[in-house]
């Protein structure tokens, strides 16, 4: 009897000729490059330091794109975004220590936010591993310690002969579900030195399927089709695994309506009978769930954003799909289910009934009419406008990026995505400085579409040494830049909580001369011009500066009373 594992594939006469006369002048580095493409990459994001010197000068004998970003982080954002737009692992080249450091932030959210990005770092010497303290520069005690908190994996490669290997583990570990980024670490001496190895012509790697369990789905249908008032909560799990329509045509059958998480935007459509859109920060939507009999959570693990700020408490039966263990029941007691999403989601529809239920749109609609109520009722206009000037000029297909700004908070809630995998924040992790260098690594990942970047004024300070990676590549993103002098959520929050806000503002640049420098262009527009500027960028080739002076205001929270 033969089994699947007994089969080996020989390899032909051109490669063993290849094996056996690798070409000269290869090194570590080529060792690395070679087992990327063999996997299938074909870009690589980074920024060269001492010592990953012979990974970079491996890339002069490959066929990747390399695309240098000025900081790290942003290099590190840019991979991110790259990896949520194609669904394959992102090439992160990084040198030791404070280059390696610097991107730590944006690994932190590719992990909250399930993005698949390899991360491949140098260390010292590899005389100088163990702990010891040789002096090395760049040296830490130990470099992987500091990213084992922060990754899915990390991965650690001693001799030549490992790195093959090591990338493809770390690879198929990127790419196993829940999607996240993995760290691999290579020393200076090991990339450098001369090789032998034969090149490295394949590297199939095969990340493991996550079906639910059947007797979990088999209570979780029976749950559902008994159900007189089912809900859904949809998060970013259903974006990453591709399952809005499975999603929607469970939805429809149940006629349950579906609420879309921060991290799910654009994962149910947003103006669908049964859509309660994403108004989470909002009790009347909070009331709404807490009342369903069963709630169905789809990848989404009901985190502080998620839950109103953990004022949320379910009275009735929750069922939750989450491809994370370590979310799963971690904040409410469930019928939790540790499964891909679209597996998951394929395996009900196949198993519950169909329910009629003609009150679902009206219940929908009303809450709905009172969360517009309460909105009216602030007079925010102004912000209300601005967004829906952004959503006029934005082409439907097009994807956008938003920092942690106030006008994206609006958009959490308020923005119609129009698709799914279309809006991305970092709403996951919460650090500044996302929007451009993310919208970046999207334009790199899909020239067909433009994409925008949103950013306040703060936000935006982070990454102004991108508008240089924006011009070398000549990369097609418009970047809005909300200008309000400061940290405008922070100056609300400490005003609303000790009556003055204190480190909140901010002397900055002339946000279009300092783009002009860079040899992109720049407006500065208005609340009443803002779609027609920020929609001539769009349409305009290569990146383009929108600057925005407003100051804008959050809505009232419904957590706090």
């Known amino acids: 009897m033969t089994h699947d594992h007994d089969l080996v594939l020989r390899p032909t006469a051109a490669q063993t000729e290849a094996a056996l006369n690798p070409p000269p002048g290869r090194n570590g580095g080529d060792l690395v490059v070679e087992s990327l493409a063999g996997l299938g990459a074909t870009t690589v994001f980074g920024l060269p330091g001492q010592h990953a010197l012979g990974m970079f000068d491996a890339l002069r004998r490959s066929d990747l794109r390399y695309i240098g970003l000025r900081v790290e982080n942003n290099a590190g954002f840019a991979a991110d975004a790259y990896g949520r737009v194609t669904g394959e692992a992102a090439p992160l080249l990084l040198s030791t220590g404070p280059g390696a450091l610097t991107s730590l932030a944006a690994l932190q959210e590719a992990r909250a936010a399930s993005a698949p990005v390899l991360a491949i770092s140098s260390q010292v010497p590899t005389a100088g591993l163990g702990g010891g303290r040789h002096g090395y520069l760049h040296e830490l005690p130990d470099q992987a310690a500091s990213f084992r908190g922060v990754v899915k994996s990390v991965h650690t490669v001693r001799t030549q002969s ?29 990339l450098l030195a001369e090789t032998q190895i034969p090149v490295v012509t394949g590297g199939d790697t095969f990340p493991e399927d996550l079906p639910p369990r059947p007797e979990l789905t088999a209570v979780a249908a029976d749950l559902l089709s008994r159900a007189e008032r089912p809900a859904i909560v949809a998060g970013g799990g259903v974006v990453r695994a591709d399952a809005a329509k499975k999603l929607r045509q469970l939805a429809e059958r149940l006629q349950a309506p579906v609420v879309t998480t921060f991290g799910g935007k654009g994962a149910f459509p947003w103006t669908h009978p049964l859509s309660l859109q994403s108004w989470l920060e909002d009790r009347h939507t909070t009331d709404f769930l807490e009342d369903a009999d069963v709630l169905l959570v789809v990848g989404s693990g009901l985190g502080e954003l998620s839950s109103n700020y953990h004022t949320f408490k379910p009275r009735g039966r929750v069922i939750q799909i989450e491809a994370d263990l370590g979310k799963l029941e971690s904040n409410h007691p469930a019928l939790g289910i540790h499964a891909d999403a679209r ?39 102004l912000e209300q406008d601005v967004l829906a000037a952004v959503r006029a000029a934005l082409p439907p297909g097009a994807p956008s990026f938003w920092d942690m700004t106030i006008l994206a908070y609006w958009a959490w809630s308020a923005f119609d995505a129009k ?14 400085g996302y929007g451009f260098p993310a919208a970046l690594g999207a334009a790199v990942a899909d020239p067909t579409h433009p994409v925008l970047a949103v950013s306040g004024d703060g936000g935006a300070l982070y990454s102004v040494a991108e508008l240089a990676t924006a011009r070398q590549y000549d990369l097609n993103v418009t970047w809005l830049i909300v200008d309000d002098g400061g940290y405008g959520i922070l100056r609300e929050y400490m005003t609303d909580a000790f009556g003055a806000p204190t480190a909140t503002e901010l002397t900055r640049p002339d946000f279009v001369a300092l783009a002009e420098s860079f040899g992109v262009p720049g407006v500065r ?26 100051v804008l205001r959050m809505f009232a929270p419904t957590h706090l009373g």
Request: charged residues 15%; glycine residues 6%; negative net charge.
């Open 162 to 190: 490992q790195i093959p290997s090591a990338i493809a583990e770390a690879w198929t570990s990127a790419l196993t579900v829940p999607h996240g980024p993995v760290w691999v670490e290579i020393p200076q001496d090991v």
């Open 525 to 550: 527009t208005s609340p009443q011009t803002l779609a027609a500027d920020l929609a001539k960028a769009l349409a305009a080739p290569g990146p383009s500066v929108v600057v925005l002076p407003a």
């Open 343 to 381: 597996l998951a989601l394929q395996a009900l529809l196949e198993a519950v009934g169909e329910r009629t239920d003609p009150s679902a749109p009206e219940r929908v609609r009303a809450v709905l009419d009172k969360v517009r109520d309460r909105i009216a009722a602030q007079e925010l206009t």
């Open 419 to 432: 698709a799914p995998n279309t809006m991305h924040s970092a709403q996951g992790a919460g650090g500044l």
